[in-house]
């Protein structure tokens, strides 16, 4: 178990100075674009909050909140803990709830988009994972164990086609505002490989979110 933990976070590290600098980067790039003006961000599964600290230098009309299941030693913005499964927060009270690769997390992703659309008067904006093409899967899971093995996440592996995620919005009644996949969150030949058609940033429109 040692070896293992040690492993990883060797190979955490290396990714560390390797991919994460660009890609939190591109990544808030990508979010910064897509949060309406003077929005209320509430950040679901922020960790340690610096995709959304850089949103918010980025877009410094909104304001970010972050909520996750796990505790950080350090966070870049406040972070309330919460079970998984139920936001700590009422009906409306943000404008938007973002995930960034958050839901594969979870073993109920339906269960999660509907909690976040009770809490979003506008919009859910998301970053996420595509099942889609040659070696999708086993690649997904190499960059999960990769990039969160070493900070305990939990690793269920739940990837989603681009179809499995069409099916899931329409049947929540979210409305699709944007969709894009080509993210660039990879340098050079490393973009090929772990880039690809295997991530998408969407928005999606709660007004029409149906209710239990």
């Known amino acids: ?101 958050v839901l594969h997390h979870t073993k109920n992703i339906p269960d999660l988009l509907r909690e976040a659309a009770r809490v979003a008067r506008r919009a859910l904006v998301i970053k996420d994972h595509l099942r889609e093409g040659l070696l999708a899967n086993s690649t997904l899971r190499l960059m999960d164990w990769v990039g969160n093995h070493r900070y305990g996440v939990s690793l269920p592996y739940n990837y989603w086609s681009r179809r499995q995620w069409r099916e899931a919005f329409a049947n929540l009644g979210l409305q699709e505002e944007s969709w894009l996949e080509s993210l660039h969150l990879y340098q050079g030949p490393l973009d090929l490989f772990f880039g690809r058609n295997l991530h998408f940033v969407a928005r999606l429109s709660t007004s029409g979110i149906l209710k239990r």
């Not at 293992?4 to 910064?32: P, T």
């Not at 209320?40 to 949103?55: E, M, R, Y």
């Not at 877009?59 to 299941?69: S, W």
């Open 1 to 101: 178990m040692k070896a293992e933990l040690s492993f990883s976070m060797g190979i955490g590290n290396l990714h560390s100075q390797a991919v994460y600098g660009r890609r939190v980067r591109v990544l808030s790039e990508h979010l910064s674009r897509l949060i309406p003006d003077h929005a209320t961000v509430l950040d679901a599964g922020t960790g340690d909050g610096l995709i959304a600290s850089l949103v918010q230098q980025l877009r410094p009309d909104t304001t970010i909140t972050g909520v996750d299941v796990l505790e950080r030693p350090t966070t870049y913005i406040p972070v309330t803990l919460f079970d998984g499964t139920r936001l700590p927060f009422a009906e409306k009270q943000f404008d938007v709830v973002t995930f960034v690769d």
